[in-house]
Structure formats: C-alpha cells, structure tokens
C-alpha cells in the first residue's frame, strides 16, 4: 500500500498543526462559510450504468449532527461513502460532481484518500474492532501516523471520549472481541477519534444494537458534536429527530428531496412527498 501514511512523505491534504495548507491540500479552517465544513455540488454517483445518487447539492454544517434518512435504496449509504472516497473501493463505481471538504474539493488528483479518511473517519453498521486488545485497537491509527508520544494518555483520551473508558479502564489488554456488542460499537467510536478527525460519518452505527445500547450510542453522539461533525445514517426517523440538528431525506431514484433544521422536517416539511415519508404513507 502506498500512502503518505506509510511513505512518511507531506501530507497531501494538509497537516492537523497547519491552520491553511498552502500547496495542494485542504485547509483546517473553513475557507467560504464559517459553519459549512463539507458542501457537495452537483453530485451524480453510478454504479456501472445504474444511476444511484442524482444531482446532489448540501452543504453539512461543522459541529452538528446532520442525519440521512429515506427508504432503502436510495442512496444514503453511497452518498455517505462519498463523503470520504470509500467508494474509490468499489470498480464499478463512479462519482460526477465535486465535494468539498473546507473548501477543497476531495476528487482532485492531490488528495490522498488515505489522508483525507483521517480527517473524515467512519463508523459501520457492524462494530468490526480488530481481533486486537482493547489498548491495541485505538492505539493502531495513531501508531501508523507515528504519533506515537503519550500513547497511554492518547487511548485514555479517546475511551472516555467514545463513554467506554469506565468500563474497560481495568482490561485495556483483553480482546475488543470479547466486549458487548454496544463496547465494540463505543471501541470503534474510539478508534475513529482517537486520530483526531474533523467529521465522523455513521452507517447506521445503532442498528445491530439493543435498545440500551442504542440510547448510548445516541447519548455519545450528541456529545461527540461538541468537538466533530457527525453524519448519521439512519433508517430509524425517530432516532433522527431525537439526535440531529440537520436532516436530509432522500428518496427513491436516488434525490435529495429536502434538507432543513430536523424540527422543521418532522414538523413543517415543504415537500409533500417528505410528508408522505415521515408520516409513513410509504418506503
Ligand atoms: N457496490 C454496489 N454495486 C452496485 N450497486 C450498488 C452497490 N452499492 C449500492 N448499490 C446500489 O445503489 C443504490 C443505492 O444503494 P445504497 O446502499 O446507497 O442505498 P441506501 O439508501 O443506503 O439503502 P439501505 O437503507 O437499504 O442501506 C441501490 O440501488 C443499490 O442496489
């Protein structure tokens, strides 16, 4: 694998220490509206000849949670995968349109994905810690970047920044694996901050879970966007309203169909479709 994390070389998307990187990347600090951290314009997704996602246009705001709902197939997870180039896995896949992260759009030829995925972590469906220790599991990005100084008070950091630390400050060296399925979920959270990213995109991180461990995983994000921009995909509309500021409701044929403050989605949606949607006539 050849990356600037193994390589060692610049950064291409701008170090974490640089408020504006003035070579190729991207800056830390937002270059047009103070509170759009991400702004998609125009964004068409394809899988071969199927078309997933059609003229996507938002701008997320830093430090809130924005929430992605609509019925299945619509293209939320791919328009989630977008925002930090996981679909660059997919060959068959093809993305128009540009996204920009401050400013930067992260299509361009200088943009590292491995990079930018520091800056734009993700959390899946399915915890998926390492077959690794606790310790090892939040410790693994940051001794990749060789960052590796104060390591011990780092995964401390990042455990009591995912509410995991408690419970798992008196074992950091038995297996992630052998934690609840709610743990491994938080360890995951942990790993993914522990590098310190700027947005945390969310594949509907509650759905394998029960319904306590849910609510902490609902709890935990609202407190995670005091410091990160979160981006939830959720089939749940009540977990939605419950936890987001933003909410955007896509539907079939893969449209953006509205995007607003979450009370006004639940309360006032403008489209009658997106009414329709949330009062359950349909999807
Ligand atoms: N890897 C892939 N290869 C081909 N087509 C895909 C791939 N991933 C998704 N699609 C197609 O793209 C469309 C959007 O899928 P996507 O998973 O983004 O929707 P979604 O709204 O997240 O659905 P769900 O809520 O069921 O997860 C669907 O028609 C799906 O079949």
Known sequence: MTSADDSGTADPVGSTESVVDTSSGLSDRATTRSDTIVEAKGVDVFYGEDQALQDISMEIPEKQVTAMIGPSGCGKSTFLRCIN?????????????????????????????????????????????????????????LKIQGKTEDMDQKVENA???????????????????????????????????????????????????????????EDLIEELSRDFTVVIVTHNMQQAARISDKTAVFLTGGELVEFDDTNRIFENPQSQRVEDYITGKFG
């Open 85 to 141: 180039r996981m679909n660059d896995q997919i060959d068959v896949c093809r993305v128009d349109g540009e996204i920009e992260f401050r400013g930067k759009n992260i299509y361009d030829d200088d943009v590292d994905p491995v990079v930018l995925r520091r800056r734009i972590g993700m959390v899946f469906q399915q915890p998926n810690p390492f077959p690794k220790s606790i310790y090892d599991n939040v410790a693994y990005g």
């Open 159 to 217: 455990l009591k920044g995912a509410a995991l630390w408690d419970e798992v400050k008196d074992k950091l060296h038995t297996s992630g694996l052998d934690l609840s399925g709610g743990q491994q979920q938080r360890l995951c959270i942990a790993r993914a901050i522990a590098v310190d990213p700027q947005v945390i995109l969310m594949d509907e991180p509650a759905s394998a879970l029960d319904p306590i461990a849910t609510a902490q995983i």
